[in-house]
T-cell receptor, first 117, second 113 residues
Framework: AQTVTQSQPEMSVQEAETVTLSCTYD???????LFWYKQPPSRQMILVIR??????QNATENRFSVNFQKAAKSFSLKISDSQLGDAAMYFC??????????????FGKGTHLIIQP | GAGVSQSPSNKVTEKGKDVELRCDPI?????LYWYRQSLGQGLEFLIY????????KSGLPSDRFSAERTGGSVSTLTIQRTQQEDSAVYLC???????????FGQGTRLTVV
């Protein structure tokens, strides 16, 4: 079974600065997907960024980028120019490539990101 | 619909009562997932539907939990004889076969008193 570990329960960053959230995972599979989801107080999980394991290039979405290290099984999220609206819980998630989604997403326990004005 | 819709948004129930939670996925999405999020925890995968079929129900916490999906659309998660440890946010997500992204609803916060 796959496991996802987020070792930072809480992170704080000054507005406009850069913050990196850590995520490691354990799997015996070679093909899979990794995701970062944001959960604001509204509870709705919002996809921030996605990475396919077969792609060596790190995914980027505007101010959000990842550092994907497949050999180390590490998938960190970097948020540049932090904004007050970035404050939320951030969850790292893993999905198997095979199985047609039957395994669902495996989530880490989340990191609470605080943005200091 | 435009997004995944869950009802009710909040539910308070007495211990021992049955509750039914509803999920209306995005139109055309064949895959539907239920997750449970306990306070301060990540999301626990409960069950997955492909169409009306649930290939694996082993993620359901106990035999008090059941889920069904009819017409390949709306799904209901039923908890019988609720216990205090069932208190959590129950999240539903859907996705299409061609897309790995799962779209989530806003969840149902269940409080068992």
């Amino acid at each position: 079974a796959q496991t996802v570990t987020q070792s930072q329960p809480e992170m704080s960053v000054q507005e406009a600065e850069t913050v990196t959230l850590s995520c490691t995972y354990d799997t015996s599979e070679s093909d899979y997907y990794l995701f970062w989801y944001k959960q604001p107080p509204s509870r709705q999980m919002i996809l921030v960024i996605r990475q396919e394991a077969y792609k060596q290039q790190n995914a980027t979405e505007n101010r959000f980028s990842v550092n994907f290290q497949k050999a180390a099984k590490s998938f960190s999220l970097k948020i540049s120019d932090s904004q007050l609206g970035d404050a939320a819980m951030y969850f790292c998630a893993y999905r198997s490539y095979s199985g047609g989604g039957a395994d669902g997403l495996t989530f880490g326990k989340g990191t609470h990101l605080i943005i200091q004005p | 619909g435009a997004g995944v819709s869950q009802s009710p948004s909040n539910k308070v129930t007495e211990k021992g009562k049955d509750v039914e939670l509803r999920c209306d996925p995005i139109s055309g999405h064949t895959a539907l997932y239920w997750y449970r999020q306990s306070l301060g925890q990540g999301l626990e995968f409960l069950i997955y539907f492909q169409g009306n079929s649930a290939p694996d129900k082993s993620g359901l916490p106990s035999d008090r939990f059941s889920a069904e999906r009819t017409g390949g659309s709306v799904s209901t998660l039923t908890i019988q004889r609720t216990q205090q440890e069932d208190s959590a946010v129950y999240l539903c997500a859907s996705s299409s076969l061609m897309n790995t992204e799962a779209f989530f609803g806003q969840g149902t916060r269940l409080t068992v008193v």
